[in-house]
């Protein structure tokens, strides 16, 4: 089993900055991807951003440009910079790891971000 568990977040401010991070533990073998997945009330849970074991970065479309993923392979750990946030960046941040095929996911963290 995987543990995940997120930090960060809170409150920020349209056109402001936050940062979340990420820390897996337990036993660990090789994650393969850690991501992003954001989760608004009465939604379903959408992707974000991920990174793969090699560095690769993919964002959706709507943080293209003001997210920042990153990684510390080592310590099994990402981290998510948001820039210039925007009202809908507001939402549970789910982080999310994969190792041996196997999805896991953190217990969430709220983001909410007003002008």
């Known amino acids: 089993q995987v543990q995940l568990v997120e930090s960060g977040g809170g409150f920020g401010q349209v056109g402001g900055s936050l940062r979340l991070s990420c820390a897996a533990s337990?036993?660990?073998?090789?994650?393969?991807?850690m991501g992003w997945h954001r989760q608004v009330e009465g939604q379903q849970r959408r992707f974000v951003a991920i990174?793969?074991?090699?560095?690769?970065?993919i964002y959706t479309d709507a943080v293209q440009g003001r997210f920042t993923i990153r990684r510390d392979n080592e310590k099994n750990t990402i981290e998510l910079k948001m820039d210039n946030l925007k009202p809908e960046d507001t939402g549970v941040y789910y982080c999310?790891?994969?190792?041996?095929?196997?999805?896991?996911w953190g217990q969430g963290i709220m983001v909410t971000v007003s002008s």
């Open positions: 337990g036993e660990i073998f090789e994650i393969a991807d």
């Open positions: 999310s790891a994969r190792d041996r095929g196997e999805a896991y």
């Open positions: 990174i793969l074991r090699d560095g690769k970065t």
